[in-house]
């Protein structure tokens, strides 16, 4: 279980300390309907990690025999997953912006204070189950679980573990804004705004890393 948990690591802190949506759930923790729709957001987002790590989960049972047609086709997944960050991670420094410029952020950003709670909802989910960064990052995570061939409630904790650390960066401004929302704006306000300066940054490092783990991973296991 500590091996398997140590695997998943660097894929939930990826997913974890992806920038757009810390972004957004702060921009919704500054608008009149702040609890509301922070919350659904908050819950969309742990909605579409449980989802996307169970139904990889389901598809990839089988994978902890090396051996099987299942365990050949998750390392391969795991190698293209891996070559494709690591290409992203490149285009990321290429298209950085210049000193001084920002960096651009996406166009329904302008409109967060118009969401309601169910477009904060779906909002949280798509950018978690569906964005094709963190699906690919959670297919990840849920294939390390597979492989290791864990009984069915090790593997629910350690889907549990996964999605809990990829929630932090989205859950814990919620939960910060709703025990304390006076004294959460200053420092909620500060992330923003490193957040949206250094996002290529950022996501180039995470990518760059990432692509290295999951593609010696990948590697690894087929060399066997």
Do not use: C
Request: charged letters at 10%.
């Amino acid at each position: 279980m500590i091996q398997v948990i140590g695997d998943l690591l660097p894929s939930a802190l990826g997913v974890a300390l992806s920038p757009v949506p810390i972004i957004a759930v702060i921009l919704m923790l500054g608008t009149p309907k702040a609890r509301a729709t922070g919350s659904a957001f908050a819950v969309g987002w742990i909605a579409g990690l449980v989802i996307a790590s169970t139904i990889v989960l389901v598809a990839t049972s089988g994978a902890s025999d090396s051996t099987s047609a299942t365990a050949t086709g998750v390392n391969w997944f795991q190698v293209a997953i891996g070559a494709l960050f690591l290409l992203l991670a490149l285009k990321q420094w290429r298209d950085r912006p210049a000193p001084g410029e920002e960096a651009e952020m996406p166009a329904w950003m302008a409109s967060i204070d118009t969401f309601s709670v169910g477009k904060s909802l779906g909002l949280g989910a798509l950018l978690s189950g569906v964005n094709p960064k963190n699906l690919a990052l959670t297919a990840a995570a849920a294939a390390s679980i597979s492989q290791a061939g864990l009984g069915g409630t090790d593997s629910a904790i350690a889907v549990a573990v996964f999605v809990i650390i990829g929630s932090l960066t989205v859950a814990g401004p919620v939960v910060f804004y709703l025990v304390a929302s006076k004294r959460a704006a200053g420092p909620l306000a500060s992330i923003k705004d490193f957040m949206s300066v250094h996002n290529p940054a950022i996501m180039m490092i995470l990518l760059l890393v990432l692509g290295v783990k999951l593609l010696g991973q990948g590697l690894g296991a087929l060399g066997r």
